[in-house]
């Protein structure tokens, strides 16, 4: 069992609606959780993360923890063709190191 | 404040050679980490350094080795290459007050 999972897609909703994305994680002793974003042929970029069980809003993206269900959620709000890229999840357990999911590819519709 | 760069961007090395990645963190940052990023198995963590020490390190074979210099800048060694070590190599780094990390544009290489 991995220990992020991510439903690979792809995802695709119409500008201006809300995407959500969603991801599982199998260790119960992961601490802190973070969503990347990656556009094609480009690094990950960190856009959200979150350690306490509820919801954190930032802009248009809120991220939402549930560490009971072992459930981690982005959402995002009035989607941007922009915003098409691949979100990946990931989590990070003790030491240093992130455990990342294989991501979510996103297509915002215009 | 400039971002984590890395070094050379894109690589073709042939099968049995070694390679030489570099990666300088963001000013201040202390930690590096690095990554493997391919289509099949997505982002795998290789191994962290923090202080030129290598405080985590996954499961990837020997061949893959790396090092953390005083300035924080951070070396990663594949040896004798295999095909299947064709990827995009990532490093990230952050500080040693938080787990958030920022990663480079990678390198991509291709073993033929």
């Known amino acids: 069992q991995k220990e992020v999972e991510q439903n690979s897609g792809p995802l695709s909703v119409p500008e201006g609606a809300i995407a959500s994305l969603n991801c599982t994680y199998s260790?119960?002793?992961?601490?802190?959780f973070f969503w990347y974003r990656q556009y094609s042929g480009k690094s990950p970029e960190l856009i959200m993360f979150i350690y306490s069980n509820g919801d954190k809003e930032d802009g248009r993206f809120t991220a939402q923890l549930n560490k009971a269900s072992q459930y981690v959620s982005l959402l995002i709000r009035d989607s941007q063709p922009s915003d098409s890229a691949t979100y990946l999840c990931?989590?990070?357990?003790?030491?240093?190191?992130?455990?990342f999911g294989t991501g979510t590819r996103l297509t915002v519709i215009p | 404040k400039a971002g984590v760069t890395q070094t050379p961007r894109y690589l073709i090395k042939t099968r049995g050679q070694q390679v030489t990645l570099s990666c300088s963190p963001i000013?201040?940052?202390?930690?590096v980490s690095w990554y493997q990023q391919t289509p099949g198995q997505g982002l795998q963590f290789l191994f962290e350094?923090?202080?030129?020490?290598?405080?985590n390190k996954g499961n990837f074979p020997g061949r893959f080795s790396g090092r953390q210099f005083s300035n924080s800048r951070s070396e990663m060694n594949v040896s004798t290459l295999e095909l299947g070590d064709s990827a995009l190599y990532l490093c990230?780094?952050?500080?040693?007050?938080?787990?958030?990390?920022?990663f480079g544009p990678g390198t991509r290489l291709t073993v033929t």
């Open positions: 000013s201040g940052h202390r930690s």
């Open positions: 990230a780094s952050g500080t040693s007050f938080s787990y958030e990390q920022y």
């Open positions: 350094y923090f202080s030129e020490t290598q405080r």
């Open positions: 990931a989590s990070q357990t003790g030491a240093n190191n992130l455990f």
């Open positions: 260790d119960r002793g992961s601490q802190s």
